[in-house]
């Protein structure tokens, strides 16, 4: 899925990449591998909009993506569960909603990733370390901190408009 997405990632390829490996294999291990291929799929298009759409308001553009995809592969009946994953996946508070087994994972999956352990759901530090030892951020957690002060530049007034109460 993220090979159609090279040219846009650029240098940030392998970046996402091993971001995207991190969180599927957090949340499957918050979950249940059963689900593998919806979590895979939600996953890969979460931040997806930052590139794509060259913003840091990607929510959206990063659900446009996911549906794309979808109807191409012939799942589009996964539709409201992937958008649901990717528009809340930044929630602040636990998700309590539908298909919350699939989306409250994906949450806490992504924070895990981006505090880089700091928040840890009950899952043992060394599964953590060997998740990132396997995919190491390669400059991610830094362009998290550049797109960030960007954003607070251009607009200090919402620098985090993707984050949900």
């Known amino acids: ?24 294999n ?4 918050l979950s249940s591998e059963d689900q593998l291929e ?7 298009f979460h931040d997806l909009g930052i590139w794509t759409d060259r913003t840091f308001d990607y929510l959206q553009p990063s659900v446009d993506l996911a549906c794309v995809h979808l109807n191409q592969a012939g799942k589009a009946e996964w539709t409201p569960e992937i958008t649901e994953m990717i528009l809340v996946h930044h929630k602040i508070s636990p998700y309590r909603g539908q298909s919350q087994w699939l989306v409250e994972p994906l ?8 505090s880089m352990g700091l928040f840890a759901f009950g899952l043992p530090r060394r599964l953590i370390k060997e998740i990132s030892s396997q995919w190491p951020s390669a400059g991610f957690h830094k362009r998290l901190v550049l797109l960030e002060l960007n954003q607070l530049r251009k607009q200090p007034w919402n620098p985090l408009p993707m984050v949900r109460l």
């Open 1 to 24: 899925m993220l090979e159609k997405h090279a040219a846009e990632l650029g240098r940030d390829f392998t970046a996402y990449r091993n971001h995207v490996y991190r969180v599927v």
């Open 26 to 29: 957090l949340c499957v291990a």
């Open 38 to 44: 919806k979590i895979a799929t939600a996953v890969a």
């Open 107 to 114: 949450r806490r999956a992504d924070l895990i990733d981006v």
